[in-house]
């Protein structure tokens, strides 16, 4: 080879060698150095196979209108909580947004509430919301002709419901409604309705939804049961009452409402005992009557509102009266001179000091301890002695009466009423002191028309239970005759 042409040929060479060393290496989006190809030909010259779809951005069709899709991972929730929308955007532009607008209850309006970029490689987006009430959420491609789907997600109400026995027989059921402090739901009327056993809902309260807080709503009634199963519904109608779901919502309740089921408790002495203690009395002769409040303040008995001629038994109230008197006089103890009328008027049924005690008490005093037991067939007719009473309204002043009495005076009138006269605890406490009861009584006996009149009614305290009970008679054949028939009720009831 000549001089020539072996200096063209390490020309050439050199040429080579710089182009290689001066040519970039090719890198991926992260920065390293590129891989070919899985499908790349071989150095047999096999045909290229065309790169993985993951690793290559979308293809759009210029023109055409973008898709989307939106779902939502569950179609109802809890108020309050955070719920996740997700979706699809098929052939739209590069780098474009997807805008999610909500429409709260009652879906009449609507605006943006976030934004997302779709992955650049599958088209995929989501959402992470609040809810609140019930909404329509919509999603869009701002200045992009695309499809705009909806999906509805319902907002669920939390509530929490309480019921409770309370005193004279009755059942209180409370609804705690939780919601969104937009949503003002008080000041609303509630109606409800009650049935006992499989009976038919035919007793109505009405009541007015109050306001706890921003966020809670409550509603309350209370009424007077029989022992045993019953059944509750409430219904009311508040502004945008569909804001939330409302699943407990019973048949025939517009707006919002709620129902379920209690049982009050039965009180001693029970309802088996209260007809044992019936039936004794119809084999007895005269005008008789009874009433019950039992250990869970229910009334019950035979004849409850008949109307007797008080006797003595309206001491027990002169005793109550006096003492109230004195209380708002400011005086905070028993004085000599009071206890001088009111000790024999009680423990000896005095009836002078009775008398006595009228006379500074007043008809006013008596009447208004009456309207404060709630009593409803209370009246005077000319003196003390002639008041008309009945058993319902003793048996519940008695099962009250602490109440009723000043509290520095409660010990005083229980210490008279539990230690009469020895000669005179007849009738309810000889049956029910050996039983180990406590019991704090008063009665009345005296002639009339229809023959002798014998009352008594107590209060008892004893076995973890309190309850009182009230036994009038007239017509008997004897004082003797009243006193049994007084005795035999309470041995039925014990």
Not at 16 to 21: D, F, G, K, R, T
Not at 97 to 104: G, I, K, R
Not at 176 to 195: E, I, K, Y
Not at 242 to 261: D, I, K, M, V
């Amino acid at each position: 080879m000549g001089r020539g042409t072996g200096t063209a040929a390490r020309a050439i060479a050199l040429s080579a060698a710089l182009l290689a060393v001066s040519a970039p290496p090719a890198v991926s989006a992260q920065g390293g150095p590129r891989r070919p190809p899985a499908a790349a030909a071989t150095a047999q010259g096999g045909s290229r196979r065309p790169a993985a779809a993951a690793g290559r951005p979308r293809q759009t069709t210029p023109g055409a209108t973008a898709t989307l899709t939106l779902s939502a991972a569950a179609p109802k929730a809890q108020s309050g909580a955070i719920i996740t929308l997700s979706g699809t955007a098929a052939n739209a532009p590069a780098k474009s947004t997807v805008q999610l607008s909500a429409s709260p209850y009652p879906f009449s309006s609507s605006a943006p509430i976030a934004t997302a970029t779709p992955d650049p490689s599958t088209g995929a987006f989501s959402f992470h919301v609040a809810l609140q009430t019930s909404t329509r959420y919509v999603a869009s491609i701002p200045g992009v002709s695309s499809s705009s789907p909806t999906v509805e997600v319902d907002a669920l109400g939390r509530t929490i419901t309480t019921l409770s026995a309370l005193a004279l027989g009755r059942a209180r059921v409370t609804v705690v409604v939780f919601h969104p402090a937009q949503l003002r739901w008080s000041g609303v009327r509630a109606h409800w309705w009650f049935a006992t056993g499989r009976g038919r809902f035919d007793m109505v309260r009405t009541s007015v939804a109050r306001r706890l807080s921003r966020y809670v709503t409550v509603l309350r009634a209370s009424i007077a049961l029989p022992a045993g199963r019953y059944r509750w519904r409430v219904c009311f109608d508040p502004p945008l009452a569909g804001a939330l779901l409302n699943p407990r919502r019973p048949p025939g309740c517009g707006g919002r409402g709620y129902h379920g089921s209690g049982s009050l408790p039965a009180g001693f002495p029970g309802p088996a005992a209260v007809a044992r203690a019936a039936r004794y009395l119809r084999g007895r002769v005269g005008r008789t009557a009874f009433a019950v409040i039992d250990s869970e303040g229910r009334l019950s008995g035979v004849h409850l509102h008949w109307r007797f001629v008080s006797a003595s038994v309206v001491k027990a109230m002169l005793l109550v009266a006096y003492l109230r008197m004195l209380a708002a006089r400011g005086q905070h103890r028993v004085d000599s001179y009071s206890n001088s009328i009111l000790y024999p008027m009680i423990n000896v049924s005095d009836n002078n000091a009775a008398t006595q005690c009228w006379s500074i008490v007043g008809d006013g005093r008596l009447y208004a301890l009456a309207r404060a037991a709630h009593m409803t067939d209370f009246q005077i007719v000319g003196i003390w002695a002639n008041a008309q009473i009945s058993a319902a309204d003793q048996a519940r002043f008695f099962f009250e009466m602490d109440t009723l009495i000043p509290p520095e005076f409660v010990g005083y009138a229980n210490h008279l009423l539990s230690t009469i006269a020895s000669y005179e605890s007849w009738g309810i406490p000889a049956v029910a002191r050996p039983l180990g009861y406590q019991v704090y009584f008063k009665g009345g006996w005296r002639p009339t028309v229809l023959g002798q009149l014998v009352h008594q009614i107590a209060r008892l305290h004893g076995h973890g239970r309190t309850f009182s009970i009230a036994v009038m008679t007239d017509g008997d054949p004897s004082m003797s005759y009243g006193i049994e028939t007084i005795q035999g009720v309470t041995r039925a009831l014990l």
